[in-house]
Nanobody, 127 residues
Framework: QVQLVESGGGLVEPGGSLRLSCTAS????????IGWFRQAPGKEREGVSC???????YYVDSVKGRFTISRDNAKNTVYLQANSLKPEDPAVYYC?????????????????????WGQGTQVTVSS
């Protein structure tokens, strides 16, 4: 059974950092892209970043220069290093796999293009 598990969320002060993890079970991540999304209360799920099976990373403008996506295939895990966290970053962060024909590439960061969501991990930014 394909399953993704997110972890690493928590409470940080503005300007702080967190490293989020997305660990896969039931399949190996080697040939898959992984997307990170976030959803704040009352808002739609929005794309944050994606990494291809070839280790190419993509980011939305709001996190460029602050977030870094990476993967460790030996650990079957994708990471999202979130630095310089801002008050607009708090949300539940989810990871997912592409559901289209080319799972090794990153489709547009639209939630409809991804699936196999994990349960999410909460990020809170507060002083």
């Amino acid at each position: 059974q394909v399953q993704l598990v997110e972890s690493g969320g928590g409470l940080v002060e503005p300007g702080g950092s967190l490293r989020l993890s997305c660990t896969a079970s039931g399949f190996t991540l080697d040939n898959w892209s992984i997307g990170w999304f976030r959803q704040a209360p009352g808002k739609e799920r929005e794309g944050v970043s994606c990494i291809t099976a070839y280790n190419e990373g993509y980011y939305v403008d709001s996190v460029k220069g602050r977030f870094t996506i990476s993967r460790d295939n030996a650990k079957n895990t994708v990471y999202l290093q979130a630095n310089s966290l801002k008050p607009e970053d708090p949300a539940v962060y989810y990871c997912g796999t592409p559901v289209g024909r080319f799972p090794y590439l990153c489709p547009h960061l639209e939630s409809s293009e991804y699936g196999n969501w994990g349960q999410g991990t909460q990020v809170t930014v507060s002083s």
